[in-house]
T-cell receptor
Framework: KAGVTQTPRYLIKTRGQQVTLSCSPI?????VSWYQQTPGQGLQFLFE???????NKGNFPGRFSGRQFSNSRSEMNVSTLELGDSALYLC??????????????FGAGTRLSVL | DQQVKQNSPSLSVQEGRISILNCDYT??????FLWYKKYPAEGPTFLIS?????DKNEDGRFTVFLNKSAKHLSLHIVPSQPGDSAVYFC???????????FGQGTELSVKP
C-alpha cells in the first residue's frame, strides 16, 4: 500500500505570493490533517478534513486554508506569504470516523522557504 | 499554552542501555497518546500508542507507560541501538481524533 504522498517536496516563494501544497492520503483513509513544523514551535496542528469537511481547526490565521476532494486528496493554501511561514508542512492521513482516535501516518512533508 | 511538554530537548545513551523519554500533558480530556520518531528530511513515523484506559503498552523493544494521575507518559527503549538515534515526539488527542497535539520533541542519541 502506498504511503502518504506530498507534492512538491520543496518550494521557494517570495513574500506576498500565495502557495498551494498537495497531499494524497493512504488509500482508504478519509481523514487528512495538516501540521506546520518550525524549529521554534515544533509541530503545530493546522486543520483536519474528513469527508470533504473541515472537522478540526488549529490557531492559525485565515491566510491558511485547505480543502479535501471526493477522493480524499487534500490541498492546503497559504495566501500573502510572510517570512514566518517558512516551515516544513506535514500532511497525515488516518482511516477517520468519529468517537475514537486514529493513528495518523505522515508524509515526508513540503519544505517551504519564503524569501 | 503548551498542552504537551517534553522537557528534555536531548538525551544521550550508550548502546545496549535503556532510553527513557518523558512527556507531560495538562489537558485531562486527552484520551489517546502516541509516540513518533522522526529522522531529518522525513515525516514522523508512528512508533507506539496507548489509550487512557491502559497504563502500559509494549511492542518489542518499545514500552509506553501512562500515569493519568500525574498526567505523565514515558517511552522506554530496551536495549537501545544506534539506529534509534532520532527525534522522538509524544502526541495526544481527545476523543475526536484528527487533531494531534505534539510535544517539542527529544533528540535521542545512542552511542556505540
Amino acid at each position: 500500500k502506498a504511503g502518504v504522498t506530498q507534492t512538491p517536496r520543496y518550494l521557494i516563494k517570495t513574500r506576498g505570493q500565495q502557495v498551494t501544497l498537495s497531499c494524497s492520503p493512504i488509500s482508504g483513509h478519509r481523514s487528512v490533517s495538516w501540521y506546520q513544523q518550525t524549529p521554534g514551535q515544533g509541530l503545530q496542528f493546522l486543520f483536519e478534513y474528513f469527508s470533504e469537511t473541515q472537522r478540526n481547526k488549529g490557531n492559525f490565521p485565515g491566510r491558511f486554508s485547505g480543502r479535501q476532494f471526493s477522493n480524499s486528496r487534500s490541498e492546503m493554501n497559504v495566501s500573502t506569504l510572510e517570512l514566518g511561514d517558512s516551515a516544513l508542512y506535514l500532511c497525515a492521513s488516518s482511516p477517520g470516523g468519529t468517537g475514537y482516535s486514529d493513528i495518523q501516518y505522515f508524509g515526508a512533508g513540503t519544505r517551504l522557504s519564503v524569501l | 499554552d503548551q498542552q504537551v511538554k517534553q522537557n528534555s530537548p536531548s538525551l544521550s545513551v550508550q548502546e545496549g542501555r535503556i532510553s527513557i523519554l518523558n512527556c507531560d500533558y495538562t489537558n485531562s480530556m486527552f484520551d489517546y497518546f502516541l509516540w513518533y520518531k522522526k529522522y531529518p528530511a522525513e515525516g514522523p513515523t508512528f512508533l507506539i500508542s496507548i489509550s487512557s484506559i491502559k497504563d502500559k503498552n509494549e511492542d518489542g523493544r518499545f514500552t509506553v507507560f501512562l500515569n493519568k494521575s500525574a498526567k505523565h507518559l514515558s517511552l522506554h527503549i530496551v536495549p537501545s541501538q544506534p539506529g534509534d538515534s532520532a527525534v522522538y515526539f509524544c502526541a495526544a488527542s481527545a476523543w475526536q481524533g484528527g487533531k494531534l497535539i505534539f510535544g517539542q520533541g527529544t533528540e535521542l542519541s545512542v552511542k556505540p
